[in-house]
């Protein structure tokens, strides 16, 4: 629950505002198996969902012996927007929620600077929250650590207290909580499933809602 009024809502991107956790898992998981790294499109969301892919290459790079080809990282963007062109929708009922909601927000996402302002656009979601958009790429430390809620709080000028965080990770919540803020799970996503709701409340999550239909009332609450 809020301890003070809120001043911002910070939303999180891919598997919040816009579809793409399966795509970018699809392609990613391909990508890595092509370079020599046994892991499937279900091992790859489990571990990584929510974190940087730089950070994703990192650990992966360390655990397994394998050096990754430098050309990986734009290989799997160029394919993961040639997706995104295809595929790519908004999340169910996620328009009307942000527009519901008259408290400032913005975004703060793992991706990507390119990648993000390409989902955003692709789906018709930009206009919503430009220019407030940052990505992980602006901080040292991406998801789980703290910094990017912090960042983007500072520049929008609202106290982390006084911020409510809409997330759909474990590696988002608990940047969230790290950040001190109210934290709301969500779980519209095509790549949730039964297991998504207890692993982002066991992750420090305030509330966690079934989908973004049920945001409003959320944030309502949280705000009180």
Not at 13 to 24: Q, R, Y
Not at 105 to 122: E, I, M, Q, T, Y
Not at 123 to 151: C, I, N, Q
């Amino acid at each position: 629950v809020a301890r003070v009024r809120t001043e911002l809502i910070i939303f999180d991107c891919d598997g919040v505002l816009v579809d793409s956790e399966l795509i970018s898992a699809r392609v990613q998981a391909g990508a890595l198996n092509a370079a020599g790294v046994d892991i499937d499109e279900a091992a790859l969301r489990s571990r990584f969902t929510g974190i940087p892919d730089r950070e994703m290459y990192r650990i992966i790079e360390a655990e397994t012996g394998i050096r990754l080809p430098d050309s990986l990282d734009a290989a799997a963007s160029a394919a993961i927007r040639e997706s995104y062109d295809r595929e790519l929708r908004e999340i169910p009922g996620v328009e009307a929620a942000v527009r519901e909601l008259s408290l400032p927000r913005c975004v703060a996402s793992s991706a990507a600077p390119d990648k993000l302002r390409h989902g955003l656009k692709v789906t018709g979601l930009w206009h919503l929250f430009a220019p407030h958009v940052f990505s992980a790429s602006m901080v040292a430390r991406g998801k789980p650590a703290p910094d990017l809620f912090l960042h983007a709080a500072k520049e929008m000028r609202a106290a982390p207290v006084a911020t409510i965080v809409i997330e759909d990770s474990v590696a988002g919540v608990t940047a969230g909580v790290r950040a001190g803020m109210t934290v709301i799970g969500v779980c519209g996503g095509s790549h949730c499933d039964a297991t998504t709701a207890d692993a982002l409340k066991a992750a420090g999550a305030d509330v966690v809602v079934a989908s973004m239909r049920d945001l409003g009332d959320a944030v309502r609450t949280a705000s009180r």
